[in-house]
C-alpha cells in the first residue's frame, strides 16, 4: 500500500508540472515572456504561486524543465557498451526525440511534438532562456557521462565521453535550430540523425540494438 500511495503521489505532482508548464508556455507565446508573471501563471493554472514555485524554482524553469535527460540516460544505460560512444549517445538522442515527438512531424506534428516546437521558440527567442538553456545543456551533458558508467572510471575516459557528448549536443541543437525555423514541418529525429551523421558519419545511428 505505501508504494501504491508513492506512486499516485508521483504521478499526480507530475500531472499537476505538466498542466502548470503548459498553460506557462501557452501564456508566454501568447503574451510575452517578459510580460507574463509567475502570478499570471498560477492564475491561469488554478494553483497558488508557491505551488508554481515547488515544481518550477525559476521562472525560465517553466520552460526549461523536461524529461529528456532521463530519457537519453535511460537509452544511454541500455545500450551495449561495446559500441563507440558517439554511437551510444547519437542514437539515444535520436531514440529520445522520437519518443518526445510521438516520431511525427512532416506538418502533422502531435500535441507532444506542438509543446515541444512552442518551447523551443521561446528558447530561441528569448534572452533570459538561451542564457538558463546552457545551464540545462551542461546537465544534460553529465547526466550523458553518468549513464555510460563504465567508459567514465578513469580521467581518460571520463575526458573521452564528456568530449563525445559535447560534440553530439552540439549536433543535436543545430538540428533544433533548424526544426524551429521550419517550424516544425521535418521530422526531428531525422534532422538530429542528418546532423551527427554530418559530423560524424553516416553510420553514427544506425547500428542500434533494435535496428532490423
Not at 517553466?62 to 559500441?83: E, F, K, N
Not at 560512444?85 to 542514437?91: D, H, N, Q, T
Not at 549513464?147 to 563525445?164: E, I, N, R, W, Y
Request: a negative charge; one cysteine or more.
Amino acid at each position: 500500500m505505501p508504494d501504491q500511495q508513492s506512486t499516485l503521489r508521483a504521478q499526480r505532482r507530475a500531472e499537476t508540472q505538466r498542466a502548470i508548464q503548459a498553460h506557462a508556455v501557452r501564456l508566454f507565446t501568447e503574451r510575452g515572456y517578459d510580460a507574463t508573471t509567475v502570478n499570471d501563471v498560477a492564475e491561469a493554472a488554478g494553483v497558488s504561486p508557491m505551488t508554481v514555485y515547488r515544481h518550477f524554482p525559476t521562472k525560465e524553469d517553466l520552460v526549461l524543465i523536461d524529461q529528456h535527460g532521463q530519457l537519453v540516460a535511460d537509452r544511454i544505460a541500455a545500450s551495449p557498451a561495446t559500441q563507440p560512444l558517439v554511437r551510444r549517445i547519437g542514437a539515444a538522442l535520436v531514440e529520445s526525440t522520437t519518443t518526445l515527438t510521438d516520431g511525427r512531424g512532416g506538418g502533422d506534428l502531435s500535441a507532444n511534438g506542438q509543446f515541444l516546437l512552442a518551447r523551443l521558440r521561446l528558447m530561441i527567442a528569448t534572452p533570459a532562456l538561451r542564457a538558463k538553456h546552457l545551464d540545462n545543456n551542461y546537465a544534460l551533458q553529465q547526466a550523458i557521462v553518468t549513464a555510460l558508467g563504465d567508459d567514465t572510471t578513469d580521467p581518460d575516459a571520463a575526458f573521452h565521453a564528456h568530449a563525445a557528448a559535447s560534440a553530439c549536443l552540439a549536433a543535436m541543437h543545430t538540428a533544433l535550430v533548424r526544426w524551429a525555423e521550419d517550424d516544425g514541418r521535418s521530422e526531428l529525429p531525422d534532422l538530429i540523425a542528418k546532423a551527427l551523421a554530418a559530423a560524424f558519419g553516416d553510420d553514427v545511428v544506425q547500428a542500434r540494438p533494435d535496428a532490423p
